[in-house]
């Protein structure tokens, strides 16, 4: 009942910067932490970034210091800011979030991921 739609990826330069976007959408009590992660062929999953529903945030190192991640409740949206991208920051970005959803007893908690968007920085 729950969707994790994507947007925002694409090819930029080297040192340049791209908004990801994640709009979460369906029977949707609450959302607890969600995140950013990436894949690569060949490379295991990396998680980028984590966020949770008070707003404390996470990021790998390979990564600190250049992205951000935010969260706009209201809209059940995260963003994920890139900025100096770098050629191995290229891969395929994957949005997940932990999610309360209704149930006959209250809420329960599911995990959702979404499509994945491709962004690929060129040297």
């Known amino acids: 009942q729950v969707q994790l739609v994507e947007s925002g990826g694409g090819l930029v330069q080297a040192g340049g910067s791209l908004r990801l976007s994640c709009a979460a959408s369906g029977s949707i009590v609450s959302i607890n932490a969600m995140a950013w992660h990436r894949r690569t062929p060949g490379k295991q999953r990396e998680r980028v970034a984590a966020i949770t529903s008070g707003g404390s945030t996470n990021y790998g190192d390979s990564v600190k210091g250049r992205f951000t991640i935010s969260r706009d409740n209201a809209k059940n949206t995260v963003y994920l800011q890139m900025n100096g991208l770098k050629p191995e920051d290229t891969a395929v970005y994957y949005c997940?979030?932990?999610?309360?959803?209704?149930?006959?007893?209250?809420?329960?908690?599911?995990?959702?991921w979404g499509q994945g968007t491709q962004v690929t920085v060129s040297s």
């Open positions: 997940n979030a932990d999610v309360l959803i209704p149930s006959l007893y209250g809420s329960r908690s599911s995990n959702y």
